[in-house]
């Protein structure tokens, strides 16, 4: 397939895969400063650029309407992400952000906006490195102008603005397959809520399964089962950093959080990110930690309903208590709060809890991409300790 964009990028190249003589690292040099191009890229001329400030109301509800209406759905278009506003917030304004990577295109005339990509801030290990990185995400371009060329722009554009800042190098997630995954990992979905899966035509009744027996197969008890399980507080911060930066040191590709990024990433937000810990009755050690991040979809052409309420597992460590009992209890948790479904990715050890606790195989893929930065080695899932929103 012709790549007429990425096989201008400083990526892996398909035509590279099989060749050991090019060195893991950085692929291109940093470029200095003075040479970085000042100005933006050019638009078609009925576009202009347009830094969007999330923490400006309007701004940010510009930004949810164009994604609400024109974001990611799934092949058979049956759901469309519908990230909250709030979540937006969290999600670009980690430690450190810029503002300037934040970025909209308008149409001159009307002022509407109808594109937007975005970058904050994240170091990121591979192998022994730790490589200062922009996540890029949020890439979105209105339904009523796309295949024409204008997401390369978008994508220069925010590599021109994170190149000003002196970083060179970037991490993505996407469903698309171009030059050149790093991993390429799989969803799998637990059932909270069958008969509503079922009613959208996400999920269907099981061979010889009757509505109430598939009801009953899914069903979670009312209350956790670990002592000592409870939700995370600020006072937890020193202590989950600590665990968590141990647990991650065994992927060959990590984020190397400080307490400042466990602080924004990790502590409770209502309707945006839980998560919880279990502290030993007896020690008061913090042994295991869960979290699951918010994200809603909009239900595409149902009568009867209009929101898919979903969890994401996001980051969990299990220490002391086995990972099946700390997940079944993020399940109960997530029932407790009405989640229709508990989505999880078969990255890190993900895949020793997913049959057990019946999940089932989604049929979307999502591949693992870095910007400049070549890695020689295709990760399995479970070399993987990263997880984009
Ligand atoms: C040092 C810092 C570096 C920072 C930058 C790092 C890199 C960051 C990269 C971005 C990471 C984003 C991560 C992220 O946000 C998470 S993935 C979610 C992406 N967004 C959506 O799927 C929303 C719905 N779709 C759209 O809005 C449009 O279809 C988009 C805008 C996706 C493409 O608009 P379009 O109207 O459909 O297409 P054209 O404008 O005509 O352009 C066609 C070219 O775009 C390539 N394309 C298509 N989808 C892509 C995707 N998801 N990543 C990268 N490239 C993608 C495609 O291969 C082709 O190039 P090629 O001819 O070479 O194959
Ligand atoms: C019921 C299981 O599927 C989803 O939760 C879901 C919801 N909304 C989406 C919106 C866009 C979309 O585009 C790929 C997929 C979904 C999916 S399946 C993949 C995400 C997970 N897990």
């Known amino acids: 397939k012709r790549h007429k964009f990425w096989e201008t990028q400083p990526v892996g190249q398909f035509k590279d ?11 291109e040099p ?25 923490n400006s109301e309007d701004m940010c509800s510009e930004v949810y309407n164009l994604l609400t209406n024109n974001y990611v759905e799934d ?18 304004h980690p430690p450190g952000y810029f503002t300037s990577w934040h970025i909209g295109v308008r149409v001159k005339s009307s002022k509407k906006l109808v594109a937007f990509i975005t970058g904050v801030p994240a170091r990121i290990r591979a192998r022994d490195t730790v490589v200062n990185m922009a ?27 994170v190149h000003l800042e002196n970083i060179w190098q970037a ?6 397959v171009i ?3 790093i991993s390429t990992c799989q969803y799998w979905h637990r059932s909270l809520n069958p008969k509503k899966l079922i009613d959208v035509g996400f999920s269907r009744l099981g061979a010889r399964m009757t509505m109430s027996r598939t009801i009953k197969l899914y069903k979670l008890p009312d209350s956790t089962s670990t002592p000592g399980f409870r939700k995370m507080e600020p006072h937890d911060i020193p202590a989950v ?34 998560s919880f810990l279990v502290e030993s009755p007896e020690t008061h050690e913090i042994t295991d930690f869960c979290s699951f991040y918010t994200l809603p979809s909009s239900i595409l052409g149902n009568q009867n309903y209009s929101t898919l ?3 994401y597992s996001y980051y969990n460590v299990s220490t002391k208590t086995p990972l099946l009992q700390l997940m079944n209890d993020a399940l109960i948790v997530a029932k407790r709060k009405d989640y229709d479904v508990f989505n999880a990715l078969d990255v890190m050890q993900n895949e020793g809890f997913l049959k057990e606790l019946k999940f089932g195989p989604g049929d979307g893929k999502l591949h693992y991409y870095l910007y400049n930065y070549r890695l020689n080695h295709v990760m399995r899932p479970s070399e993987l300790g990263l997880v984009l929103l």
Request: glycine share 2%.
């Open 241 to 274: 950093t600590r665990l968590l930066r141990d647990y991650l040191s065994q992927f060959l590709v990590a984020p190397d959080f400080d307490e400042n990024d466990i602080e924004h990433w990790l502590l409770p937000r209502e309707d945006v990110v839980e």
């Open 75 to 92: 092949d058979e278009n049956m759901f469309r992400f519908n990230y909250s506003k709030e979540f937006l917030r969290w999600a670009l």
């Open 30 to 54: 940093p470029t200095p400063l003075l040479e970085v191009k000042q100005e933006p890229y050019n638009l078609p001329n009925l576009y202009e650029w347009i830094t969007c400030d999330m």
């Open 17 to 27: 895969l099989g060749d050991p003589s090019l060195p893991e690292g950085p692929i």
């Open 309 to 311: 309420k979903a969890a």
């Open 171 to 176: 991490a993505y997630t996407a469903g698309v």
């Open 135 to 161: 996540e890029i995400n949020f890439l979105c371009v209105h339904k009523k102008l796309r295949s024409k060329r204008l997401a390369p722009v978008m994508i220069k554009e925010v590599t021109r603005r």
């Open 179 to 181: 030059p050149t995954p």
